[in-house]
């Protein structure tokens, strides 16, 4: 009895993350004419409320037959979004993972206050750091260009942040057995560190990879050229005769989202459930 | 490290996750070179023309020929049978050759006819000439004259004569009363001898009066015969005078009758020596300067009319390209516009200038317009095309003729402009309305709201309609 109780009350939480969910699907599978009817009152101007039924009265796939294949500019913007997500991704990987060791594990004096530093800077929210932003990327004359989103995101603090926590988790002891049979600390790193911290790294990929998919601040303020913007930039400009295609592109936009946090979830757990251990 | 042993040693949820991810990346590669190909089908491939100024040209191409600036005729009499034509149209003459030959017998009659009534003229003239003046006649004056004269010259006697028959009864009435006097003086005077003398007194004086009376009459009818004599003078003299102003209108008439005998005579003189002439030469018709026919009027066997029966070309005065064109053509051509003509049987063009535009005779609203060719040997009669290129000014937007679209709206042009929506950014065919300005043969000038950056669709290899999606070639 209580279970059930349980069971309703949380169903009934969920059902507040669900319903965007549902409504987005189910918008998807309708046509135009029924979505422009439905979305008038908020999209013509028109007197009344927006309707929302939760089942398509005719479904049907033309918003993504139309999105899919006639229309080779929704690509252009998809391979847009991959072409600025995953470089940075690989790159916060390739170059937050050895900076994460090195702020765990060897011990020298400003290890730290470069600590805290690196803190201070995560901290700090994109848009205090925009205007200094603009004006190194202006210096180096990289506007205009993906590097202006790619290279800022490489260096970003939090993945290191995140696998910091990971690489502190490594019992010091096995460490030290490896330098006595001799490993110097690049063949530590490599053999031990990398291989037990993967659950942090992909962790940080996983959440670098869902920021980076659906940023709108970066690329709205270094791009003037419109041909690099990611689909996340195109989502919000929704119009009543293109309703079906843009809520069809949305479910395409979660889609790779919702497949990489299937990917990563196991170790997103595990790296939760680390810090709780550890701290 | 190695990806496939790391996926390997994922939980099997996990792996499932990373194939989807993998199939997913895979199908929007497959889904991108679709719609690409789907693309290129179907959406129509451009070309686009940047928007640029410039200058229109009118261009006006007509058929013509030239002809000689002078032009000359040779008349032949007319009324003539033509027996023979010694030249064709076209051909090209010298002074002197001969042209035509005209019938030498029928000639010769005419002569003769001529000839007879030049003479008859001549005779009656002469005829006229003999005819004597009429005399006035002056007898009735005359007898007039006399007859007044005869009238005064009685009067005189008549007028005496009762002068002295007064003069005697006075003189009876004078005694008569002395005799009274005489008697009263007397004292025995009976009374009857008084009475009577009383008597033969009154008596007397009764004569004087009738005396009087009567030289009264005789004096009046003298007096009225002179007038009748002078009334009938007058008549006679008006009379007379009328007859002379007859008879000098008649002397007038003569004299300008003789006149035109005059005139008439030197008329028939004049065909007669033509006659001569024509007769003379054989009844040929020559060729007065050198040139080229271009006309003929007649054939063999015709008769010459007073028109010319041959039109002969200067070409020592030059030639004029000849053609006519339209109205709306017109517009385009002015005096002294510089014309480009192809001769038939050339292949350079030769430059020309517009020399003459005026409108044709036949009214059919067409205008003639004649080029002046340089100097050189031109042939008259050779047809060719003459071009005529106008410059308009210059214009800030030009576009080939096949770019402006038309619709119950007025004139529009297509320009590719990229619309950004949640699509993407697509190329679309967008509608600029625009007003035509000037159009020539192949561009077109247009007034819009149209810049630099624009790119005119001038043609696809779709029908391209207003808000379709295009590519640029």
Known sequence: MRKTVVFSALCLLSMLVWVPLCMLISGSLMSGGEIAKNLAPVLEGKSGSAAWPLMPEYPTFRAYVELLLDTPEFFVMFWNSCALAFPVVIGQVMVGAPAAWALTRPRFRQRKMLRMIYIALMLLPFQVTMVSNYLVLDGFGLLDSRWAVILPGIFSPFPVFIMMRFFAAIPEPLLEAAALDGAGPVRCFLSIGLPLGIPGILSAAVLGFLEYWSMMEQPLAFFKDKSLWPLSLYLPAISADKAGASLAASVIMLLPALLIFLFGQHYLEQGIQAAGLKE | ?473
């Open chain 2, 1 to 473: 490290m190695d990806i496939g042993k790391t996926i390997a040693a994922m939980p099997s949820k996990q792996r499932t996750a990373a194939k989807y991810l993998a199939g997913f990346f895979v199908l929007m590669a497959l889904l991108t070179f679709l719609s690409r190909a789907a693309d290129s089908f179907t959406v129509p491939l451009v070309t686009t023309e940047k928007v640029s100024g410039g200058s229109l040209e009118h261009k006006v191409v007509t058929e013509g020929s030239l002809y000689p600036v002078l032009q000359t005729a040779v008349f032949a009499p007319s009324g003539y049978r033509i027996l023979a034509l010694h030249v064709e149209q076209g051909g090209r003459v010298a002074a002197g050759d001969k042209l035509a030959e005209l019938d030498i017998t029928q000639i010769q009659e005419e002569l003769d006819t001529a000839r007879a009534e030049l003479q008859k003229l001549r005779l009656g003239a002469a005829a006229n000439a003999v005819k004597a003046p009429e005399e006035t006649d002056e007898s009735g004056i005359a007898t007039a004259e006399r007859a007044l004269e005869r009238a005064k010259a009685d009067m005189e006697p008549s007028e005496r004569e009762a002068q002295l028959r007064v003069e005697s009864a006075q003189g009876d009435v004078s005694a008569a009363r002395r005799y009274l006097r005489e008697l009263r003086d007397m004292d025995e005077v009976s009374d009857l001898e008084l009475d009577e003398a009383r008597n033969a007194l009154r008596r007397q004086e009764q004569a004087l009066e009738e005396a009087y009376l009567a030289q009264e009459t005789a004096l009046e009818a003298a007096r009225r015969a002179i007038e009748d004599a002078e009334t009938m003078l007058n008549q006679e003299k008006a009379d007379a005078d009328k007859a002379a102003e007859t008879a000098s209108a008649d002397t007038q008439r003569g004299a300008l009758e003789q006149e035109a005998a005059g005139v008439d005579i030197g008329q028939a003189q004049r065909k007669v020596s033509e006659l001569e002439v024509l007769l003379d030469t054989g009844g040929i018709v020559m060729a007065d300067a050198g040139g080229v026919i271009m006309k003929i009027s007649g054939g063999v066997g015709s008769i010459t009319s007073g028109e010319s029966l041959f039109v002969l070309s200067d070409a020592s005065a030059g030639v004029l390209f000849r053609t006519s064109v339209s109205s709306d053509e017109l517009k385009h051509i002015r005096r002294g516009d510089r014309a480009s003509i192809v001769l038939t049987g050339e292949s350079r063009a030769v430059d020309a200038v517009i020399e003459s535009v005026a409108p044709t005779a036949n009214e059919d609203g067409g205008f003639d317009v004649a080029a002046v060719l340089p100097d050189g040997n031109w042939e008259p009669g050779i047809s060719g095309k003459m071009t005529v290129t106008q410059k308009t000014a210059s214009y800030s937007i030009c576009v080939p003729n096949g770019v402006v679209r038309k619709d119950q709206n007025g004139h529009f042009v297509l320009v590719v402009r990229e619309v950004k929506g949640i699509l993407g950014a697509q190329t679309v065919a967008e509608r600029v309305n625009i007003s035509v300005l000037e159009r020539d043969g192949n561009r077109c000038a247009i007034e819009g709201p149209l810049n630099r950056e624009d790119l005119i669709i001038v043609s696809g290899n779709r029908p391209v309609s207003e808000g379709n999606r295009a590519r640029v070639e």
